[in-house]
């Protein structure tokens, strides 16, 4: 296929607003329906509890979730930390080892964010990613200095979101 061919880009998609997950996974039903190999890290996401992950595996997509079945706040747990450090293995894996035409780090900026990676490991990975590898890095509190190493930075930005009114997050639209 002509597209094997073409250089591999890196796009992080940041910010505050809702659906930064969304249009990774919507990427990987693209590269799907082009015949590419699709697998995703999910670095804060505990696996089999959101929708679209049972979906986007249906499709094809190899899904790895290494979060905790809990959410992070505040100041991480060491469980935490080690959780992310495995992601982070396992992701440079991947991203060097050229099998995968798009590989999706999900919520690998929140890990940042949380002070759970190093910068720099991040850095590394990028710039050792295979040639043809499509590379995808989601969440918010991405570090700037990231962007000068990425071709896409999309940055989502809430102006409205139902949560300010009260409304809770709902089955089908927000997990």
Known sequence: MAWKEKLGLVHIYTGNGKGKTTAAFGLAVRMLGSGGRVIIIQFMKAGG????????????AVIESFGLPKFVHGKPTEEDIEAARKALARAKEVVSSGE?????????????????LDVEDVKELIRNKAPNAELVL?????????????????????????YQRGILARKGVEY
């Open 138 to 162: 989601t969440g918010r509190y991405c570090p700037e200095e990231l962007f000068e190493l990425a071709d896409y930075v999309t940055e989502m930005r809430e102006v409205k979101h139902p």
């Open 100 to 116: 995968w035409d798009l590989v999706i780090l999900d919520e690998i900026c929140v890990a940042l964010g949380f002070k759970m």
């Open 49 to 60: 509890v959101y929708g679209e992950q049972k979906k986007i595996a249906e499709c094809g």
